[in-house]
């Protein structure tokens, strides 16, 4: 159970910090919801207590381990798979498991693929879903600027050839 004012991640949407736990009456029965405010957008969630265990609602990562992504995101070599229907499947899995690393491997794939033959638009709307996943997860870990973590971002894929 979260307590008002803890970081946490919704997959698919990002991070950020419960700001009420509400009782909403539904068809006549009364649940009690967590209220997030994302990080980037200020977008604001409710999803239900009883949820969150099949939701995926988790704290954001320590510190630490924000450190240690950063490090495997400059480290990581992405290498794509070329059909484009298996990528995709692929890469909305590893979004969906709300793991930080697996987000981090296809922004950086998206981007290095990007880089070299452009995105078709879903993909280009998977990337943006992605960065913003992470960089909110980052963003709230170890309260770095958004445009620093772009520029991380940014520069692991330019070290790319």
């Given at each position: 159970?979260?307590?008002?004012?803890?970081?946490?991640?919704?997959?698919?949407h990002?991070?950020?910090v419960i700001?009420?736990?509400?009782?909403?009456?539904?068809?006549?029965?009364?649940?009690?919801?967590?209220?997030?405010?994302?990080?980037?957008?200020?977008?604001?969630?409710?999803?239900?207590?009883?949820?969150?265990?099949?939701?995926?609602?988790?704290?954001?990562?320590?510190?630490d381990?924000?450190?240690?992504?950063?490090?495997?995101?400059?480290?990581?070599?992405?290498?794509?798979?070329?059909?484009?229907?298996?990528?995709?499947?692929?890469?909305?899995?590893?979004?969906?498991?709300?793991?930080?690393?697996?987000?981090?491997?296809?922004?950086?794939?998206?981007?290095?693929?990007?880089?070299?033959?452009?995105?078709?638009?879903?993909?280009?709307?998977m990337?943006?879903?992605a960065?913003?996943?992470?960089?909110?997860?980052?963003?709230?870990?170890?309260?770095?600027?958004?445009?620093?973590?772009?520029?991380?971002?940014?520069n692991s894929?330019?070290?790319?050839?």
């Open positions: 159970m979260y307590e008002i004012g803890d970081k946490v991640v919704y997959p698919m990002g991070a950020g700001e009420s736990i509400e009782d909403k009456d539904i068809l006549g029965e009364t649940h009690k919801y967590y209220t997030l405010k994302l990080s980037l957008n200020n977008m604001k969630l409710m999803i239900p207590m009883l949820n969150c265990d099949k939701t995926g609602l988790r704290p954001i990562i320590s510190k381990r924000a450190t240690d992504v950063l490090e495997e995101l400059k480290n990581y070599l992405p290498n794509p798979e070329n059909n484009w229907s298996k990528r995709y499947k692929t890469n909305a899995l590893k979004i969906k498991t709300g793991n930080i690393s697996d987000v981090m491997t296809v922004v950086k794939g998206l981007m290095f693929l990007d880089k070299i033959k452009g995105l078709s638009t879903s993909e280009r709307k990337l943006n879903n960065k913003q996943i992470f960089e909110s997860e980052i963003h709230l870990a170890l309260e770095m600027s958004i445009e620093e973590i772009e520029d991380i971002i940014n894929v330019m070290q790319l050839n």
